[in-house]
């Protein structure tokens, strides 16, 4: 008889709908299908509904709507037609804020709407920095980490953390465009991406240490990938190395998700760490998807991927 998992739960990333005709990403060269991409997440929702049992939750791991709803005044519209098709899920979801929300949102409003899924009681970093954790099962723990906490983006640009971030990005990235990685020995320091604060940091290690004293097994999520070999060089949390010294200074974390590289990517590191960078949602040609549901086990997570997203087997 094979063997039940303990739980599963869904994955998918990048969904960046607009209400708007194709277009293409930043580079002009790959093609975004805002529209359809609605489509593809209502599928992946009614997909969920009907496994038997459910997912437990979903990690919607950021970038809900495109940068150009901001353009056209349709932010909150946009976003209420995503929310309203992951309303229809049995389970609670989980989300990363990424740079797309931010284009459309302060953190303020961000903190007020449906994408705030950190509980009102949940003990994280100071500040108004996103992160959190929470414990589907025993000796598993799930952490949400805040990409952004270090950006421009979403901050006013009179506060004291809005002038921290520029000052680090135009020390790193001396280009007239800042979202430029043109000619830069560290190319993730783009005004796309962003970073963790050492608050943030320092909390991080604080839950990971818990889950070392509690054997448990650790699954990270954000909207940034932290390891070079799940992503090209650009697409990369600026500081994504101290994030990976954290996680590699305990034997707890079995695996980090992330989206923002519409690609995806994969890579086990040195320290038996998956890192799973998923496909995105908004290049998924409409006669495919790009969502999946992990399902968790003692000694591995078996990851049944749909559309672009392949299977995989990942032992801890």
């Not at 209400?19 to 009614?46: I, K, N, P, Q, T």
């Not at 459309?104 to 899924?117: I, M, Q």
Request: overall charge negative.
């Amino acid at each position: 008889m094979e063997e039940a998992p303990l739980f599963s739960f869904g994955v998918i990333a990048d969904i960046q709908y607009a209400d708007a005709e194709d277009g293409y990403d930043f580079w002009g060269c790959r093609r975004r299908y805002y529209r359809h991409s609605l489509r593809l997440l209502r599928a992946a929702v009614e997909a969920w509904a009907a496994e038997r049992p459910p997912p437990a939750f979903v990690l919607q791991l950021g970038d809900t709507i495109d940068g150009v709803n901001a353009r056209r005044g349709a932010a909150e519209g946009a976003l209420e037609r995503v929310l309203a098709a992951l309303r229809r899920l049995p389970a609670p979801v989980h989300h990363a804020w990424g740079n797309h929300e931010l284009y459309n949102f302060s953190r303020d409003r961000l903190a007020r709407s449906g994408l705030n899924s950190r509980p009102a009681a949940a003990a994280g970093p100071a500040g108004d920095c996103q992160a959190y954790q929470f414990s589907p099962a025993p000796r598993f723990r799930f952490v949400v980490l805040d990409a952004y906490d270090l950006s421009v983006l979403g901050r006013d640009a009179a506060a004291p953390r809005y002038r921290e971030a520029l000052r680090l990005l135009k020390e790193k990235n001396p280009n007239e465009n800042l979202n430029s990685p043109a000619g830069l020995k560290e190319p993730q320091f783009v005004e796309f991406n962003g970073g963790f604060s050492q608050a943030q940091l320092d909390w991080f290690n604080e839950v990971l240490k818990f889950s070392d004293e509690n054997q448990e097994k650790v699954v990270v999520m954000g909207h940034l990938p932290i390891h070079p070999d799940s992503s090209d060089r650009v697409c990369l949390a600026w500081n994504y190395e101290d994030a990976l010294s954290v996680i590699h200074a305990h034997q707890c974390v079995v695996c980090f998700l992330a989206g923002h590289l519409h690609d995806g990517g994969y890579c086990l590191d040195s320290h038996g760490v998956h890192h799973l960078t998923l496909e995105g949602v908004i290049e998924t040609p409409p006669e495919s998807n790009a969502f999946g549901t992990i399902y968790v086990y003692d000694d591995k997570m078996i990851l049944k991927g749909r559309g672009r997203i392949s299977d995989r087997v990942m032992y801890y």
